[in-house]
């Protein structure tokens, strides 16, 4: 891997942006980190360090930094399909659709996969034998909850074409409408009592931060202190005299959540942030030509969905050695927790890091390339699959792989999915996704 990674260091084009390739790892390492730190394990469950020690909520206006990622994939976003576009045959823009699609979401949906099915069949042996009790059934439960981000990513791609549109039209007033609507919908939850239509800012908030990506895309961001002291001083305002919560990720136990659904609060905590990392911009991109520096993104980039996936598992790994070798898990938050936190990490980045040796090779891109396809039928074959595997992956994010054998099922848009139905709705759309998007000679569809 080491003489590949130099090589695409080398080839990297003078007109890439590594500081994006930097922000998509860094985003995808903080969560991470994040997540190993505040989990509070005890032999009786799991805790968040969060709700333990409410003085450290003021840290998630720092690292909960998912936002950065999907404004990260707003702007790749944007380059990938204009590129197709410019490469499509005579016909119609939909023709470029399912390929866009294919090319997006392959790389992502491979070690998706791989990580289902993986833990599908440990989950199954393991209740077929009378186990998942205990930390094995929290585990069970929780190992697929990072998936909710991948459903979200997958939405995001989906919308790309329409919401491009939108931008090159209004620019920063199709910000403005999705912003506008989040708004909206926030005054209606919670000024008017109407149920159920929080679940709308699952759209408006991160599609407004993908559209911020577009902004940054074609150079429109130019005032990123402006952007970030508005939001920061906007999040501040709605947290201290609003009904928000002061922390950015979600907490037990809490009425209202920032995280799920997304609100305003964290629309205004994405624009702070999405200014400050623009400020960082210039100084960061000198440092980014150094060749080590570089070579270190490179690889890291290689693995960083890997690492992402498997992570949950690495930290409870660790504590399920932990408890095997009858070591004390202390209380959360004690002098002995803290004192602790370091071999913790340490362990559980070694595990990481074993875990990406081994299924790492399936974030690599396969060989062939999507190309624009002029089959009837292949653009709604392609939306199709990205709504099955949208859907897929948000209810397995949602059911996890606990109660596999007495039919557990969790509300997905008021219908009950169970893990078994989630992974067959995931793999079905990614099949069609594939089918539609190869284009005509590469087994895709053809004209008749």
Known sequence: MGSSVRELA?????????YVDLLRVASLGAVVLGHWLMAAVTPDGVGNLLAVVPALQPLTWLLQVMPVFFFVGGFSHALSYRSLLRKRPEGSEDSVYPAF??????????????????????????????????LTGVTLRMVTQPLWFIGIYLAMVAFTPPLLRLHERYGWGAFAGLA???????????????????????????????????LRADGRIRRPALLAGAGLV????????????????????????NMAPPTLALLCHGLWLVGAVELLRAPVARLLERPRVWRTVVAANGVA?????????????????????????????????WAQVPLR?????????????????????????????????????AALGATLCLLGVLGLSMVGFD????GRTALLIAIPVSAPAAVAMTLGGWLLVERAGRGPGRGGLQRP
Not at 188 to 207: D, H, I, Q, S, T
Not at 239 to 245: C, I, L, N
Not at 307 to 326: K, S
Request: charged letters at 10%; glycine letters at 10%.
């Open 10 to 18: 080398v080839a990297t084009p003078v007109t890439r942006d590594r």
């Open 101 to 134: 699609l294919r090319a997006r979401l392959q790389r992502l949906l491979r070690p998706t996969t791989v990580f289902v099915l993986v833990w599908g069949a440990a989950a199954l042996l393991v209740q077929l034998l009378g186990g998942g009790g205990g």
């Open 180 to 214: 506008g609507a989040a708004l909206a919908v926030d005054v209606l939850r919670f000024a008017a009592g109407v149920p159920y239509v929080e679940f709308l800012n699952f759209a408006f908030v991160w599609l407004a931060v993908h559209q911020l990506g577009f």
């Open 234 to 257: 906007t999040a501040i305002a709605v947290v201290a005299f609003g009904p928000y919560p002061l922390s950015m990720v979600g907490m037990p136990g809490e009425k209202v959540s």
């Open 305 to 337: 969905m890997t690492a992402f996936l498997w992570h949950l598992t690495a930290m409870f790994g660790v504590y399920g050695a932990l408890l095997a070798l009858d070591v004390e898990l202390p209380e959360p938050a004690s002098a002995a927790w």
């Open 345 to 381: 990490l340490v362990l559980a980045a070694a595990l990481t890091a074993g875990l990406v040796a081994a299924f790492r090779t399936f974030e690599r891109p396969v060989s062939g390339t999507s190309r624009p396809s002029t089959a009837p039928g292949a653009g709604p074959l």
């Open 403 to 406: 109660g596999l054998l007495d």
